[in-house]
């Protein structure tokens, strides 16, 4: 009989997975051992189709970003939302437009700004003259895909509006409950540096993002690619080339999948061990919650679907750890003042706790 170990061996754990198609890094699937567990056969080729074209058709416009494109996928396939933060420039708000496009989806993008008002986002009840009924407006948030941008710039309120829909996909308003169409799939951004007039969002809704991904400037060798993409196309007319390859049932069926891909009990209790250190770590004056270790388990069955595998790896759960966990721990005051960040304690806690094998 044929222990699953002897699959994982294949993957080393020093390294991120990489998003390829399964035969670029293992046997054929008809020469594999069969495994000791049991469970069904899964359509990875499904999820791998998607993945690739999706990257294909966004990479038409988008240069590098990579790991963006990869966990805002991952995302969309276990139902969460992403927050992003980058300086202005760097394809934030571009790169949510083209996958909204490639995916065939509806898109809608809410500026968020100090006046704006809860209702500016769900919507409104309105009295009908012809009718004389009340009817309810929806809002910018009732679409597929969402981007809210600069997030941070709306008071708390506003932000309260987002608290409700995020969690349980659905808006209540006088009393009526109104359902969001799947997939439903918000993408908040802001700005780290420039903080005058913005508000801290509470912790309660940054507990609600599957992920926070921290971008960077391109690399120099990106920066060059740019300018020699579009040194002819200063309206950047080739977003007019992302094709919709991909459609809300190609989402669904996906989210299936995922949902099957096997992890293992010793798994389980790696992921519990790395949140419950969280709530008992020196370094931290915030640990973080139940929701956050659901997240990282979603969060690696994603990744490894999306590398044509069936079973997740600790390699999958170190990959996801960062992102969902930087926007739910909160630092000591005396770490903060030593210039450590969330992500050094994530990694130190990683480091710390033993790898099942």
């Given amino acids: 009989m044929h222990d699953e170990t002897n699959d994982q061996e294949r993957f080393d754990l020093d390294k991120k997975p990489e998003?390829?198609?399964?035969?670029?890094?293992?046997?054929?699937?008809?020469?594999t051992p069969a495994r000791?567990?049991?469970?069904?056969?899964?359509?990875?080729?499904?999820?791998?189709?998607v993945v690739d074209k999706i990257k294909s058709e966004v990479a038409k416009v988008i240069i590098g970003q990579t790991e963006?494109?990869?966990?805002?996928?991952?995302?969309?396939f276990t139902g969460g939302h992403v927050l992003v933060e980058g300086v202005p420039g760097i394809a934030k708000t571009l790169t949510s437009k083209l996958l909204a496009q490639a995916f065939h989806v509806d898109y809608s993008r809410i500026q968020f700004t100090p006046d704006l008002m809860p209702t500016d986002v769900v919507g409104t009840t309105m009295y009908n003259l012809k009718t004389s009924e009340f009817t309810f407006n929806k809002g910018p948030i009732f679409s597929n895909i969402v981007l809210i941008d600069e997030i941070n710039r709306a008071p708390a309120k506003t932000q309260s509006a987002l608290f409700e829909v995020m969690e349980e996909?659905?808006?209540?308003?006088?009393?009526?409950?109104?359902?969001?169409?799947?997939?439903?799939?918000?993408?908040?951004?802001?700005?780290?540096?420039e903080q005058e007039g913005t508000y801290k969002l509470p912790e309660a809704q940054l507990d609600r993002f599957l992920f926070k991904?921290?971008?960077?400037?391109?690399?120099?060798?990106?920066?060059?690619q740019i300018l020699h993409r579009f040194k002819s196309d200063f309206k950047m007319r080739q977003k007019e080339k992302v094709?919709?390859?991909?459609?809300?049932?190609?989402?669904?069926?996906?989210?299936?999948i995922i949902e099957k891909v096997h992890i293992k009990d010793e798994l389980l209790d790696y992921i519990a061990a790395i949140i419950h250190n969280t709530r008992n770590n020196g370094d931290l004056f915030l640990g973080a919650s139940p929701r956050a270790s659901l997240a990282i388990m979603k969060a690696s069955k994603a990744v490894a679907a999306m590398a044509g595998r069936d079973f997740v790896t600790p390699d999958d759960i170190q990959y996801v750890a960062d992102p969902v966990l930087n926007h739910r721990i909160i630092l000591?005051?005396?770490?903060?003042?030593?210039?450590?960040?969330?992500?050094d304690v994530v990694m130190d806690i990683i480091k710390k706790i033993e790898v099942p094998r």
């Fill in 332 to 343: 000591t005051p005396e770490r903060e003042m030593e210039g450590y960040g969330a992500n």
């Fill in 169 to 193: 996909y659905q808006v209540t308003m006088d009393g009526e409950t109104y359902m969001m169409d799947q997939p439903f799939f918000v993408i908040a951004t802001q700005n780290p540096i």
């Fill in 213 to 224: 991904i921290n971008l960077h400037y391109p690399n120099l060798e990106e920066e060059k």
């Fill in 68 to 76: 963006m494109v990869d966990l805002l996928m991952a995302a969309m």
């Fill in 19 to 31: 998003f390829v198609r399964p035969e670029l890094n293992t046997p054929p699937i008809n020469s």
């Fill in 243 to 256: 094709q919709p390859v991909c459609s809300a049932q190609d989402v669904k069926e996906c989210q299936e």
């Fill in 36 to 49: 000791s567990w049991d469970r069904p056969t899964l359509d990875l080729k499904k999820v791998t189709d």
